[in-house]
C-alpha cells in the first residue's frame, strides 16, 4: 500500500473514530510503528472472521461499549455498524501499541489475528 | 440434521426444539423447554439473564429468583455516600428482563434438591430446572470482628450490601461535625471489591472536605498488611484530603479485639479509637444458599471449573460472580458480569446445539479517589491449570496527570451506563 492511500484510509477512519484519533493521527508520517500497523492490518483482512466467535468475544466489550452502543457524548465510542476495515485498524492500533488506553491495550494484547478478525466480523454486522 | 449456529438456533425457536440433538442430557422431554434457574439478579445472575434471553429466548424457560423487586449495585454506591450520584441512579429493576421473556419471581432460595434438580424457596415454593446459575454475592460473617453483631449494622452499618445499609452510612456521615471521627474497618481478604473500602474513605473524606471540615479525621484500621491500588490511595489521600486519613495496618494496631458499636469504640492491641460513625466491614463468604446447597468448600466460596464456571460439586449447577472461586479475578461487578458470558456460552453448548468457545475473561475496576481524579486496574484471564489466570493486566500509575485521572472518571461513567444495560437489559 502506498503512503498517499493509506493516508487516505486513515482520513476516512477519522470521520468514523474522530474523538479517539485526535491527537494521534498526525503521528501517522512519524510513528516508525504505523508500519506495523499497515502489515497487520493487511493480514487479518484476509481472514475471513468467524461471526459466532466474534459475538462470543464481544461479550467482553459490551461491558463498556454497550450492548446496543453508548451515547453520542460517551467517551466511550459505539462501536456496532463499523467498517470492518477501521474496527481492525482501531483494535490493532491498540495491540501495537500505537493508540494508547490501558483498557483497550491490554483487552487487545490477548487478542490474535483470528480473534481481530472474527470481532471486526461480528460488529461490522451490527446495527448502528 | 445440520449442526445449528447459535444465532440460527433462536431463530428457529423453540418448536425445532424436538428435532435439536442433545447429546449426553436428556433435556426438552414432552416437548417442553429446557428450564434455566437462576439464583440473584445481580450483576453476574442479571447479565446471565439477559444473555440466554437475548440469544435463545425463544427455546429456553428463563426463571430469575431474586428476593428484592430492584436492585441497587454495589459498584457505584461509593459515590452516591460521596454525594456525587443520587440513589435512584444506581438502583435498577428486572422489566427489562421480563419483557425479553424472563420470569422474575421474588422470593428467597433456601435450598437446592440436586437429585431432582428444584430450587426450594422460603415460601414453599418449588422451581424446576435443567440448568441451574447460582449467583448470590456474598454473606457477610458478623463474627469475624470480636464484638460485632448483625443487630449492630444499624449503629455501625457494614454498607458493603447496597440498599438500605448505603443510605443508613450516608445519612450518618452528613450529620457529621466538623471535629468527628469516623474509624473504618475493612474485610480480611477475599472480599468484594478489592478497592472499594479505600474508595469510600476517599469519598467519605470527600464530602467532609466539601464542608469545609479541617478537623474531622477518618481512621482506617486494617487486618490486612497492604490494599488494593494502594500507592495510589496514599498519594491521593496526601494530595486531596492532606492529614485527614490515617490507615494504619495490623503490624501497627496488632489486631482488632473488639468493637463496641453502641460506645462507638474500636479496641486493638495498640489503641482504643472512638469514632462518631463507625463503618464496620466483616469478613465475607458466598451468599447463604451456596453453602446450603452444598456448594461451597473450606474458604466458604464455590470451587468452579475455569473453563465453563460450571460448580465442581455439580455439573447441572454453575456459579458466577462474588460467590465463586475465580482464580486471579477480583470479585468485581465487572468480573462477575464477565463470568456470566463465559457460563452462558456452556450452558447454551449443553441446551442447544450452540459452540462452545473457550474461556476468555476481563475485568477492569475503576475507583475514585476525588472529583476527577480516577484511578483504575484491570487484565485479562484465561484457565491454565484448572485456575483462571491473569494473562494482561495494567494499573494506572503515580504522579499522572490530572487530564488522565480525570478522563477516567468520565470513561468509569460511560461504563457505568454500559454494564447496567447489559446486566439488566435496559
Known sequence: MTKSHSLHRLAHSFCFIAPMLLGTAAMAETNPSYEEVERAVETIIQIEGDTDYGEYLSGECVACHAPAGTAKDSPIPSIAGWRREDLIRAMVEYRTGYRENPVMTTAMATKGDEEIASLAAWYSEQGQ | MAKLTRRQFTLLGATALA?????????AQNGEKPKVVIIGGGAGGGTIAHQLARDAGDALEITLIDQDEEYTTCFFSNLYIGGLRSFESITHNWDALTRLGVKKVTGTATGIDKTARTVQLAD???????MLVVAPGIDLIYDSVPGYTEADVEIAPHAWKAGPQTKLLKEKLDALKDGDQIVMVPPPNPYRCPPGPYERVSMMAHVLKEKGFTEAKII???PKPKFSKQGLFSEGWEKEYPGM???????IHGGIKNVDAKAGTVETDFDTFQGALLNIVPAQKAGEIASAAGLTDDSGYCPIDAESMRSTMDENIFVIGDASIAGDMPKSGFSANSQAKVAANAILADLTDARKFPARYANTCWSLIATQNDVKVGAQYEPNDGKITSTASFISQTGEEPAIRAANYEESVAWYEAITKDIFGT
Do not use: K, Q
Open chain 2, 245 to 251: 486519613i490515617e490507615w494504619i495496618g495490623p503490624d
Open chain 2, 124 to 130: 414453599g415454593s418449588t422451581h424446576a430446572y435443567d
Open chain 2, 220 to 222: 482506617i484500621l486494617d
Open chain 2, 19 to 27: 428435532n435439536v440433538a442433545l447429546p449426553s442430557f436428556s433435556f
